[in-house]
């Protein structure tokens, strides 16, 4: 390969390995061939681990913002090479892997995912509970909200092409940072491909905190999907509490012998009435997010805007509320009719509040989300 290779590493307190993993590195270089540079990105570590690196030959930042997330995006962008390959500080990754890294990227992989699952774990490298708990849960809840098929989708070994970085969109300064590349190179529709790596017991202490950084991930997961935290919840609880209203509308109802009435009701104008606010503010979070060009419009924003304008969300939005007011009025007739004696209408009362509620709600998000369209877009 002609073009240079930078490898970055992160780096806090790593006085025990860094110097060793420079020199790994710089000789994995040497041995492939290609012509590099090694880079670590300290975060003002008080080991002495920046001269260490400095002494093995390493460039060493210093990146005031703390963080795995942030020290990489600095690293990435001091990097000069034309790919760039991402290792821990901690002696824990084996530069052996290192060739068929490049030789994945030179067949034209944009991104290459170390795979520790594919190569050795050293025992005692991984704990178990990370191993067989955390990482089965957030590389599944990955593959699934964003199908991105990646084996072992928190492999610290890494490395892609340097001009896909600005496809990457990369932002989080934790280690959920991790997550996100893989995300951003899935929706960013890259070629991503797989290579085993050896995994080995790392020197020094692990930075890792399992429950916060656990979360930071799968916080990160939920929140960069709005279909999956919002409109699929949204629209379950929506169409449940439909059912019911419409169902107890005519009166109880019994099923498998048991009776269902006017407080089932109440309960199924309860989930419609979330269900909806849900979906709006999905809808909201969809919008906002394609329009500001964050994520590439979908398939069910593009269905959506197929059968959808503002008129006629503020028509729909309308119809339903007058269909509420006017069986508001109609019972409101009757009971005039009746000389203003005993009034039981509490199921066509309910259903009418729905209706209105409903009405308003899309009105005023339909005018919401256009509003969004209309000030969020950037002039052409
Ligand atoms: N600059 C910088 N480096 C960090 C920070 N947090 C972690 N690192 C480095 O990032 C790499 C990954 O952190 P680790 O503690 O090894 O996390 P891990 O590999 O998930 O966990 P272990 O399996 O225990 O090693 C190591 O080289 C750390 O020194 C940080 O806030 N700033
Ligand atoms: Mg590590």
């Known amino acids: ?109 944009d991104l290459v995912m170390g795979s520790r699952f594919k190569g050795r774990i050293e025992p005692g490298a991984m704990p178990w509970t990370h191993r067989h708990i955390g990482s089965p849960i957030l590389s599944g809840l990955l593959n699934l909200l964003y199908r991105t098929g990646i084996e072992d989708a928190h492999c610290g070994m890494r490395a892609f092409r340097r001009d896909v970085l600005p496809e990457l969109r990369l932002r989080m300064p934790g280690m ?23 995994y080995r017991m790392r020197g020094g202490k692990s930075k890792l905190r399992t429950v916060p950084d656990g979360w930071r991930h799968l916080r990160f997961l939920m929140l960069y999907s709005p279909t999956h935290l919002f409109l699929v919840p949204g629209l379950a609880l929506l169409l449940i509490g439909l059912v019911l209203l419409v169902a107890l509308l005519p009166g109880p109802v019994i099923v498998l012998g048991r009776l269902f009435d006017i407080h089932v009701m109440v309960l199924g104008a309860l989930l419609t009435l979330i269900g909806f606010q849900v979906l709006a503010i999905g809808l909201y979070a969809k919008t906002l997010a394609v329009t500001l060009r964050l994520q590439p419009m979908d398939r069910t924003l593009r269905a959506l805007r197929a059968v959808f304008s503002l008129e006629r969300g503020l028509a729909a939005g309308a119809l339903l509320f007058v269909l509420g007011f006017i069986v508001d009025f109609w019972i409101a007739t009757e009971w005039a009719a009746s000389g203003f004696g005993p009034l039981n209408a509490v199921r066509p009362a309910l259903f009418a509040l729905v209706a209105m509620l409903l009405g308003l709600q899309t009105m005023f998000s339909s005018l919401f989300l256009f509003a969004i369209e209309l000030q969020v877009r950037e002039p052409a």
């Not at 030959?57 to 090479?81: C, H, Q």
């Not at 940072?177 to 190179?185: I, L, Q, R, T």
């Open 176 to 198: 959920e940072f991790a997550s996100e590349m893989v995300v951003n190179a899935a929706r960013a529709r890259l070629r991503i491909g797989e290579v085993p790596v050896n």
């Open 1 to 109: 390969m002609s073009e240079g290779v930078s490898v970055v590493l992160p780096c806090l307190n790593e006085v025990d390995s860094v110097a060793s993993v420079v020199r790994e590195a710089k000789r994995a270089m040497d041995e492939a061939g290609v012509a590099g540079e090694v880079i670590v990105v300290d975060n003002g570590s008080t080991d002495g681990s920046a001269e260490a690196a400095i002494a093995a030959g390493a460039r060493v930042i210093n990146e005031r913002r703390r963080g795995y997330g942030s020290a990489y995006m600095r690293g990435f962008a001091e990097a000069e090479g034309e790919v760039i390959v991402m290792a821990d500080a901690d002696g824990s990754y084996d530069f052996s892997a290192l060739p068929g890294f490049l030789d994945r990227i030179r067949d034209g992989d």
